[in-house]
Nanobody
């Protein structure tokens, strides 16, 4: 199983990025997908997740209204559209897969993790 996160980069505050998470070696549509991030010197935190069908989503309060999670099961890919980026969004972003039927915030519920992609937002 492999999850490959990509799309990170260096942007100015207020700009946008779209992260992708390409999955292989698993039946993608069977898994709940989540995005997490870890800023320098901080613990990993939950960002967003949604159900297998994409019908239910949960966002961290800090990104609600700015970030949108989506998935294309036919392409085995999940996305995180990030708008109105802030310097506080600077972190390594990880995608992960869980066997949970419900969207979950806890990282411990996720069994497969990608390698992360770095997002840097300058002021």
């Amino acid at each position: 199983v492999q999850l490959q996160a990509s799309g990170g980069g260096v942007v100015q505050a207020g700009e946008t990025l779209r992260l992708s998470c390409a999955a292989s070696g698993l039946t993608f549509s069977w898994y709940t997908i989540g995005w997490f991030r870890q800023a320098p010197g901080k613990e990993r935190e939950f960002v967003a997740t949604f159900t297998r069908s994409g019908s239910r989503t949960i966002y961290a309060d800090s990104v609600q209204g700015r970030f949108t999670i989506s998935r294309d099961n036919a392409k085995n890919t999940a996305y995180l559209q990030m708008n109105s980026l802030k310097p506080d969004d600077t972190a390594i972003y990880y995608c992960a897969a869980s066997e949970s039927f419900l969207p979950v915030r806890a990282g411990s519920a996720y069994i497969y993790w990608g390698q992360g992609t770095l997002v840097t937002v300058s002021s």
